[in-house]
């Protein structure tokens, strides 16, 4: 929509072509104005009104026409038409001038054939010129030029209108339901009461009821009709009867749509409870809470969000969110006096001619105080203004006399305090104050109303707008004002948008309808203008397009309606949504400013260290401790009375020093030292344990204790026993522990000091030195007892971050040393993942924190090419963050046992403290009892094997104790009984109803007396009454228990009784009490009541300047004469005959009121039955009922009648202000509080996206579908067509061709109802075939696992049962069951569309999630009904107040209240039950009158539809939106996107074959390995990345089987960014995890690779061990047979023997002289030990001794391959003999290299 146009941003330079100058384009912006006045003045009765117009719109469409054809040839000229850099028709907004061009040579040339006469003056030839009101876009879209890129603009703008088309077909998919619902349960609506003997042909007027009633011709099932009249079908043609109805699909989507508008559906239901039974009512209230209260809301999530990002994009153009500038300048701080203080400076504002003095009194607080005072005295003598009809007129005049002198005195005054401001500060420094312009701006519109000429006419908005001042008195409502109202940029913006669509709408509306005479609604301009004003507001707007098709005819009204319900869904819901979107927009804080607040909220948490006002009252009093005489402790004298825990101090301290002391020498690293801060305080209370013998005896002991427990106990064992041991604890024991552990503080204290000190000196030093300072610096730190802390820290692994960093080095110049050798390359990878990605970010940050300053300058290079679009931030040191957790967490654990200690203080000094009813001591077993039944609570221990539907029913039933479930059923049906109450059918004569209330009354009774016995009431720490909920419970409990004691037979209206009846009617609200879920709905809403308030007065300063305006101008004049044909006042006398509205069916004459019934009334002079201004109160009433946007249009109309058409412009433009800026106020101040109290408003983009990611990976479920069956048989064919896409395409094309049968009623008489059942029938089967092929193809386990499959054989069951009932019966009950069977199949097409399944999770989760605040909403319902009974039960029906509408019983008191909810004439029925005598007679008791009571009718529907209408249901919109952004995040924007998680979805489903959703870690492996695209992890880049992966769920699961969810949350952690998502404690967890898991991955590696290293080594020199032995036997072998030539075998075999068992050369050589006979050998006995050196040396440079033929060794330098171990070469035993002589000398010469190389 923004213009892209080179030629926008030229100059006015020398080469610029003349169409592109700015003048000229300003020119024709301007002309495209005058174009569109002149269109609207472009019609038959504008003319006939104004002839002269007819001209002047001719020649002025004449110069506009040839300005823009010139324009247009111009630019044709400059640019090219086809040839070119920017041809004229390839630029989209060239053409859409060029088309404006034609539409106004096409109206140029009508208007001449309109002149000539050739064409009638009323000629639908008109809808020619609806085009040309679009040419005001050239006007305005130079403002929507934004500064960025096209892509990017065009990327949200597709984004938006992709969003937005999904949610119109999720819409149509919910009209298509309701619509073939309707038609099956209704059909038509033809039947109605008309006098006996009336035939169907020639019902007229007086034959049908007064007023015309629907009427159903079978009894019992609808309206019968009364005595002398009978239900006829009356056979009126469908343009009669009107276009709303349940005929066929068509009319019943239409019917539904404007019931889902909350416009006239309430009507249409009454039609339908009159003709068919009452039950199918319910049809309508679904239709409004899932169409209108949930569906439609679904847009304004979608305009919210896609606003969200625009704001994101266009951050530097709404940059600016700055507070309210009261002064320019600069601040200085100065004393004030109360301290120090910002105070403004001007310097650079020029000052005035006035003295010092003035300039003082300028400045002072008095002085705006007293401005502030006139102000608002002003505004009280102009509410004052008030008129009687009753009185004399002469009277009122002297008034308005009196109170125009005083409104004289008040101008001059303020014109007087401007002059003086001038004269204080000058003229220049008063006009740069935004404050200043609108005061002058008042102080002149004032002036000229004061002038009698003015006096009372539109200056008086100048008047009434003085109160806006009053907001300056208020800093919290002036500050909110500007969050809202000052970037006004947007909300501007979007007014002047609004405006515009208005007047462009109105003015097609004109030319489309202006040709249709007996249209009033779109005549005129003004006429049009109002009646799309009126579409926008949604008031009415079914009538004005309901007469418009009517007007147009039965032909063209189809397409009426399609453009009337585009209109209407684009400005009430789309427009209205950007206004909201806006709101929010403002309301949001600045993404820094979130982590401020969030910082600053964690402070704020939990760390209140006051008790209650009812408990600190007991240190009013004098101390009163327990005191008690130590009696075994060995003595002299007799020993004085001593409090009991006082004991127990000397022994505490020592035993907790002396474990300080064990702890201490336990620290060798920060890492221990965190962990043992964090236990501290829990070993306190273990060490507390041991001296718990001090709360439960009444002597001391003084026998030692002996303690021995590390600081950190990581065992499950120690943690299970401490856990176990901590639940053993009473009450008192527990409180003992808190007295001892805080007298012992000074310890607490002087020990975080000394750990401050302890991480000081461990981070920045890691020698020997280190311990020397520690014990020097513990040895300073003396504790109280006079001992000192010695510490024996041990030197090693000090500091463990060093040696982390030398392993990491060691390992990077591995991997440097592969790469460089080549050994190991890893190919770039083109598009790496997610996961990649961030473990490579999350190194770059490490190395940014400990490497040096080159390689972090290489780390930030590498993390900004990364990711360019989104760059990380580097947040502040992990250090850092965990000192500031730590600290909250120390605040709130110190707040809290605080708070113990001083309970136990007062417990201990005070006897009557926790004392219930100060009898009851704490250890007294009718308390403990009391107790026991109080706190009885039902809790799960062993885990069940049911579903998910199970755990939540097991999870329901541990919410509260079982006193409470007992009191919430009871209270329910007490509710019930109260119900069945009506003003005839009262409690005090009805038996039934008081053994109900007996049976609460006692109930409760018991509830009350257990809950005070076992807490208290008032003075103690859990006692009953200590919130509102005790003070409600208490005061329901009285009332009931006196009205039942009472049970009063007389209750005049008005009096205490009728009270005391209103009060039991709170009742209901007690479930609130009881249910905890319920109470926190309460308390999210009760906080937010400052912005609530804040909204509410904006909105009465509004109501209140209005409502002054309408009392000065409109007192008085808009009371008439009942009959329309007297005018004045004086002739108002007398009767006249009234004629009776019937119906609005157009039945005979309609206009011609003689046909009409009439009767005889006498003439009144009154105002209008429901509002008037002549008083301040009166004019706010009817006010606030337009702001509700109901009743305004009976306002507008009287007032255009009654004063004048040009002050219809007042009522105007308060319901645009009010409608499209107060409500929508309320709707984004409720929903950001909503955000707030849920903790999400403080969260960033990326922090809200991580957290919705989480739910929705929680609601992820694996694959049901089975694998492919192995082979190509019949049931892989099946299997692979029912896969297909075509297949599941035409499937859904069936669904849609099936339900498309119900388009009309299948009626049993019908001659439709066969042939489409029959046709269903076939469907059915074919259905019944597409289940059978996927049993085949998957078999009945594998079919039975998915839901859907599960829901489709259900379906088809069903659908195969009807086909027999059909067949057989072809009945009204078969004709139901089939409808039924193809409703049920119509839902399946949600499953089959992948958007339509998104958004209806949306729904069905937001339902869910808001039930208790549907409850919550029921039971205030339900509380109004009860009271309405009581109040209105028995009031006369009035103009809305009828026999369906009532409050005689509660159900119909609830279906009224429903209606108001939804706006339907709620002020109207408010009037009908305020009235009061004469017109009605006042009884004895209230169930005897038929009178109202105004003022209970007031607070009750006014408090009513503030509560419901205006909070309750934007906590709807609010879940919506917060779940819309849950389950239909946009692919870009989401962390793990849907096919992200589809991919990992089908990857599980591969490995896990048995779809059990587990799998052992060894299998994960392979589901990590076979991830593709985002989270693909390479092996062989990654693989530290997938080791740590491994390692992270092996680690967390103990090697057990990992679930479905727990490896993808696993792979979201890693592939996002922690540092922006992740909220601090949770970073925090986070980052200590994967600093384990690295340091744990990285000593195994280091473990694997030294293990490694030293199995080669050891394999290395086993080898050579083995290849020494076995050259050692082959060559005295060779010897054997080169020296023993003849030796015998047993010999030989004895050598070889010996060779084999590896014995020793020496052995060996006496063992071949014992087979030789004792011949000597030729060598030395050192042989070996020459032999040995000559291999170890062969061995040293690289050599190997190789066996070669003929069994000899020679000395190679070869590298020959590794001989096996345990191999031995084949050598030949014994040597040919003529060999021998070459063999010995070969030897010789051997032996000789061996020793010369030595």
Same mark, same amino acid.
């Given at each position: ?765 890691? +020698?020997? #030195? $280190?311990?020397?300072?520690? =014990? ?5 730190? !003396?504790?109280?007892?006079? /001992? @000192? %802390? ?75 090419? +990364?990711? #360019? $679009?989104?760059?990380?931030? =580097? ?5 850092? !963050?965990?000192?500031?957790? /730590? @600290? %909250? ?83 329910? =049906? ?825």
């Amino acid at each position: 929509m923004a213009d892209f146009r080179p030629d926008e941003n030229l100059t006015n330079g020398v080469d610029v072509q003349w169409v592109s100058k700015p003048w000229v384009r300003n020119l024709l912006r301007g002309c495209a104005l005058l174009s569109v006045a002149s269109v609207s003045m472009n019609t038959p009765a504008t003319f006939q009104q104004l002839p002269q117009l007819c001209f002047l719109t001719f020649v002025l469409d004449i110069m506009l026409t040839l300005l823009y054809t010139t324009e247009m040839m111009g630019k044709m000229h400059f640019r090219g038409v086809l040839k070119g850099d920017n041809p004229y028709l390839k630029d989209h907004w060239c053409l859409f001038d060029a088309t404006m061009v034609l539409c106004l040579w096409v109206s140029v040339v009508l208007q001449v054939f309109e002149l000539s006469g050739y064409v009638e003056e009323f000629t639908p030839l008109s809808i020619l010129r609806c085009p040309r009101p679009l040419i005001m876009i050239r006007t305005f879209r130079i403002y929507l030029k934004f500064q960025l890129p096209r892509a990017r603009i065009t990327t949200i703008v597709k984004k938006s209108s992709g969003q937005i088309w999904s949610v119109s077909i999720f819409l149509l998919f919910f009209l298509s339901l309701y619509g073939i619902l309707g038609v099956q349960l209704f059909g038509e609506l033809k039947y109605h009461c008309v006098t006996n003997g009336t035939q169907p042909g020639t019902v007229t007027l007086e034959s049908l009821a007064v007023p015309d009633t629907y009427c159903s011709p079978h009894p019992g099932s609808g309206y019968s009709c009364p005595e002398g009249m009978e239900c006829v079908d009356i056979q009126l043609k469908r343009s009669q009867r009107g276009y709303s109805g349940f005929d066929e699909f068509g009319s019943s989507v239409f019917t539904v749509y404007n019931a889902a508008s909350q416009e006239g559906w309430v009507f249409i239901m009454y039609k339908t409870i009159d003709s068919f039974p009452e039950w199918r009512s319910v049809y309508f209230f679904s239709m409004i809470f899932f169409l209108a209260w949930l569906v439609k809301n679904v847009f304004i999530a979608v305009i919210v969000e896609t606003f969200a990002d625009i704001r994101v994009q266009f951050k530097e153009m709404w940059q600016f969110r700055g507070g309210p500038t009261t002064s320019s300048g600069i601040k200085i701080v100065q004393e004030q006096g109360t301290g120090w203080q910002l105070v403004a400076l001007n310097t650079r504002c020029p000052r005035g001619l006035a003295p010092q003095v003035c300039q003082y009194v300028l400045q002072s607080s008095a002085f705006h105080v007293m401005m502030m005072l006139f102000v608002l005295t002003n505004a009280v003598v102009t509410a004052t203004i008030q008129f009687d009809l009753h009185r004399d007129t002469e009277e009122y005049e002297r008034y308005r006399d009196l109170v125009y002198a005083i409104e004289v005195g008040f101008t001059v005054l303020f014109d007087l305090e401007v002059v003086f401001k001038v004269w204080c500060v000058g003229l220049h420094g008063y006009w740069k104050r935004s404050l200043h312009k609108f005061e002058l701006i008042l102080a002149i519109g004032t002036t000229l109303h004061i002038l009698p000429v003015f006096y009372c006419s539109q200056l008086t908005y100048f008047q009434v707008l003085r109160v806006v001042r009053l907001i300056k008195a208020s800093p919290s409502l002036e500050d909110f004002c500007y969050k809202i109202f000052g970037p006004g940029k947007k909300l501007g913006s979007l007014v002047l948008f609004t405006m515009s669509l208005l007047v462009v709408a109105s003015a097609v509306s004109l030319q489309l309808f202006c040709f249709i005479p007996t249209l009033k609604a779109f005549t005129t301009f003004p006429a049009a203008l109002m009646s799309m004003f009126q579409i926008l507001t949604q008031e009415g707007w079914v009538e004005v397009m309901d007469h418009t098709m009517w007007a147009v005819g039965e032909t063209y009204a189809p397409l009426v309606a399609v453009y009337f319900i585009l209109y209407h869904m684009f400005t009430a819901v789309i427009v209205v949504s950007l206004f909201v979107a806006v709101i929010l927009d403002n309301l949001e804080l600045d993404e820094d400013l979130k982590k401020l607040k969030q910082l600053k909220a964690r402070e704020e948490v939990g760390t209140k260290h006051k008790l209650p006002l009812r408990l600190r009252v007991f240190e009013k009093f004098p101390n009163k401790p327990h005191m008690i005489k130590p009696s075994k402790l060995p003595a002299d004298f007799p020993l004085p009375k001593i409090r009991q825990v006082d004991l127990c101090i000397d022994v505490s301290r020592s035993l907790i020093l002396s474990h300080i002391h064990h702890c201490i020498s336990q620290i060798y690293s920060i890492k221990c030292l965190l962990r043992w801060q964090e236990v501290f305080l829990d070993t306190l209370f273990d060490v507390s344990h041991l001296i718990l013998y001090c709360s439960n005896v009444t002597s001391l002991t003084c026998e030692p204790v002996k303690y021995d427990r590390y600081c950190y106990c990581n065992s499950p064992q120690c943690k299970q026993h401490i856990k176990q041991s901590n639940k053993q604890e009473t009450k008192k024991q527990q409180n003992t522990i808190v007295k001892v552990l805080f007298l012992s503080g000074r310890v607490m204290k002087q020990f975080m000091e000394w750990t401050a000190t302890v991480r000081m000196l461990l981070r920045k030093r890691s +020698t020997a #030195q $280190d311990t020397k300072a520690l =014990l020097s610096q513990a040895k300073k730190d !003396k504790l109280e007892h006079g /001992k @000192l %802390l010695t510490c024996p820290v041990q030197p090693r692994t000090i500091n463990m971050r060093e040696k982390k960093e030398r392993v990491t080095e060691e390992i990077r110049k591995c991997n440097d040393i592969k790469q460089s050798s080549g050994l190991s390359v890893t190919p770039a990878s083109t598009s790496p993942s997610l996961l990649g990605i961030q473990h490579q970010i999350r190194a770059d940050r490490r190395s940014l924190r400990h490497n040096t300053n080159k390689d972090a300058k290489k780390a930030l290079e590498r993390m900004k090419d +990364t990711s #360019q $679009d989104n760059p990380p931030t =580097l947040g502040y040191r992990r250090d850092a !963050k965990e000192m500031n957790i /730590k @600290l %909250l967490h120390q605040k709130r654990q110190q707040a809290e046992l605080k708070r113990k200690v001083q309970e136990e203080e007062l417990r201990e000094n005070h006897p009557y403290f926790d004392t219930p009813l100060f009898f009851l001591s704490e250890n007294s077993k009718l308390r403990l009892i009391c107790k026991a039944i109080v706190y009885a609570q039902y809790s799960k221990t062993v885990p069940t094997k049911g579903g998910l539907l199970t755990n939540r029913i097991h999870k329901l039933l541990g919410i509260v104790p079982y006193i409470d479930w007992v009191m919430i059923i009871i209270t329910i =049906l007490s509710c019930v009984s109260m119900m069945f109450e009506t003003p005839k059918q009262r409690i005090s004569n009805t038996p039934s109803l008081q053994i109900a209330e007996y049976t609460f009354v006692i109930s409760m009774s018991v509830e009350l007396s257990l809950k005070i016995l076992a807490d208290g009431m008032f003075f103690t720490p859990k006692a009953l009454i200590r919130d509102f909920g005790g003070v409600l419970d208490i005061f329901i409990y009285l009332v009931s228990l006196i009205l039942l004691c009472w049970l009063p037979t007389s209750v005049p209206p008005r009096s205490g009784a009728q009270l005391l009846l209103i009060f039991r009617c709170l009742r209901p609200v007690r479930i609130f009490r009881l249910v905890p879920h319920m109470r926190r709905v309460v308390m999210e809403l009760l906080k937010s009541w400052k912005e609530v308030a804040m909204v509410s007065i904006l909105l009465l300063v509004l109501m209140f300047v209005f409502a002054s305006f309408g009392v000065q101008l409109f007192a008085g004049k808009l009371a008439r004469c009942n009959d329309p044909k007297i005018i004045l006042k004086e002739k108002c006398v007398g009767t006249f005959w009234r004629g009776m509205h019937v119906t609005k069916l157009p039945i005979g004459q309609m206009d011609n009121h003689d046909h009409a019934p009439k009767m005889l009334v006498p003439r009144v002079w009154a105002n209008p039955r429901n509002f008037n201004f002549d008083n301040i109160a009166n004019a706010m009433l009817a006010l606030f009922e337009v702001l509700s946007l109901e009743g305004w249009l009976e306002v507008r109309d009287i007032m255009v009648k009654q004063v004048g058409p040009y002050h219809g412009i007042y009522i105007h433009v308060f319901v645009f202000l009010g409608c499209m800026i107060g409500l929508t106020l309320f709707v984004g101040v409720v929903i950001a509080n909503f955000y707030e109290n849920k903790g999400s408003a403080l969260l960033t983009v990326e922090q809200r996206r991580w957290v919705d990611l989480k739910k929705r990976l929680k609601i992820a479920q694996p694959l049901h579908l089975p694998p492919r069956p192995d082979g190509n048989g019949l049931r892989g064919k099946f299997y692979d067509i029912t896969q297909h896409a075509v297949f599941k395409r035409f499937i859904a094309l069936l669904v849609l061709a099936n339900c498309s049968l119900l388009s009309v009623k299948w009626r049993v008489n019908a001659d439709s109802t066969i042939p489409l059942a029959t046709t269903s029938v076939v469907f059915t089967t074919l259905f019944l075939l597409e289940v059978t092929m996927k049993i085949i193809a998957m078999g009945l386990p594998g079919y039975w696992q998915s839901r859907r499959n599960r829901y489709d054989m259900f379906v088809t069951t069903l659908g195969v049962v009807w086909m027999a009932m059909h067949f057989s019966l072809q009945d009204e009950y078969s004709n139901t069951m089939g409808a039924v069977v193809i409703m049920l199949r119509f839902f399946s097409i949600t499953g089959k569309h992948a958007t339509l399944k998104m958004l209806l999770l949306t729904v069905v989760v937001s339902m869910l999630k808001s039930f208790f605040i549907i409850a919550g909403m029921f039971l205030l319902m339900l509380s109004y009904s009860l009271a309405g009974v009581v109040l209105f039960g028995s009031v006369k029906y009035g103009e809305n107040l009828s026999r369906h509408a009532n409050f005689s019983t509660a159900p119909k008191a609830l279906s009224v209240l429903f209606r108001m909810i939804t706006g339907e004439d709620w002020n109207k029925i408010m009037h009908d039950c305020m009235i009061s005598p004469p017109i009605c007679t006042v009884g004895r008791n209230y169930w005897e009158t038929d009178c109202g009571n105004s003022t209970a009718a007031l607070f009750f529907f006014c408090s009513f539809y503030i509560i419901i209408a205006y909070i309750m249901l934007n906590l709807l919109v609010a879940i919506i939106l917060e779940n819309f952004s849950l389950f239909y995040s946009g692919e870009e924007d989401a962390l793990i996107s849907y096919s992200d998680l589809h991919n990992f979805q089908i990857t599980w489903s591969m490995v896990d074959i048995n779809r059990r959703g587990v799998l052992p870690v060894r299998k994960v492996k392979f589901v990590l390995r076979l991830l593709r695209g985002r989270q693909e992890v390479d092996l062989e880049k990654d693989k530290l990345l997938f080791k740590h992966m491994i390692h992270e769920l092996e680690r967390l699961h103990n090697g057990e089987d990992v679930t479905f969810h727990e490896v993808l949350i696993m792979l979201a952690y890693r592939s996002v960014d922690i540092s922006k998502c992740l909220q601090l404690e949770e970073l925090l967890a986070r980052e200590e995890l994967e600093y384990v898991i690295e340091e744990e991955v990285a000593k195994q590696t280091i473990r694997s690779w030294l293990d490694k290293c030293l199995k080669r080594s050891r394999m290395k020199a086993q080898q050579q061990s083995n290849m020494i032995t076995m050259l050692r036997a082959n060559q005295w072998e060779d010897m054997r047979a080169l020296l023993s030539p003849t030796s015998p075998v047993p010999a030989d075999l004895q050598i070889s023997r010996a060779a084999s068992e590896e014995m020793s050369p020496r052995e060996m050589d006496i063992l071949a002289r014992k087979a030789s006979g004792g011949s000597p050998l030729m060598f030395h006995e050192s042989w070996d030990d020459h032999q040995e050196g000559d291999k170890q040396r062969c061995v040293s440079q690289g050599r190997r001794l190789t066996p070669v033929s003929g069994g000899l060794v020679h000395r190679t330098s070869a590298i020959y391959p590794r001989i096996s171990l345990g191999h031995r070469p084949n050598v030949t035993r014994r040597a040919p003999f003529y060999a021998t002589s070459a063999i010995v000398s070969e030897v010789t010469d051997w032996w000789k290299n061996t020793h010369s190389q030595k």
